[in-house]
């Protein structure tokens, strides 16, 4: 869920596709949400999309969330501990920004329960702020400039024929 500055909900998510891989059955305990459409809101002149956890492997669950108009992405996870997980966690935010042109603001729960990290993605792809495992707090603000510059440097959204 998201809420706004005044504590009014602004949005309501249900993760999509569930973790069944790696001898871990998601699917056994939590169903998936009902609808697959994009969930956007905006907050304060910049628009958000919604995605957790096992979604930031499926692209196009990205891509609608850049066609619904987001500006950034908002995806938190739970990554179970693993081999290469914490490199490919942190590949993925930036695969997503770069190809939606967006920012990814991506947070998954500390170890031991999961790899544990806090960063946020520029649009070209580059590691803006990143806090690390430890519990801490950094405001840092978006620039819808960026959004618009590398969007019309690289026109993807006008370009694409599938």
Request: hydrophobic residues 40%; aromatic residues 10%.
């Amino acid at each position: 869920m998201a809420y706004g500055p005044d504590g009014g909900r602004l949005a309501f998510y249900r993760k999509i596709h569930l973790f069944d891989a790696q001898g871990f059955g998601e699917s056994e305990f939590i169903k998936p949400g009902p609808s697959p459409d994009p969930v956007v809101f905006e907050c304060r002149g910049v628009w958000f999309g919604l995605m957790t956890c096992y979604d930031l492997r499926f692209p196009e669950s990205a891509r609608s969330l850049a066609d619904a108009d987001a500006q950034v992405l908002l995806v938190c996870s739970s990554w179970m501990p693993g081999e290469h997980k914490t490199e490919q966690w942190l590949a993925l935010n930036a695969a997503r920004a770069i190809e939606n042109s967006v920012y990814v603001a991506g947070v998954c729960q500390a170890p031991p329960v999961s790899v544990g990290r806090s960063v946020l993605v520029d649009p070209m792809g580059v590691v803006e702020t990143d806090l690390g495992v430890e519990p801490r707090v950094r405001v840092v603000e978006v620039s819808l400039e960026t959004v618009g510059r590398v969007r019309e440097s690289f026109p993807m959204f006008r370009q694409r024929r599938l």
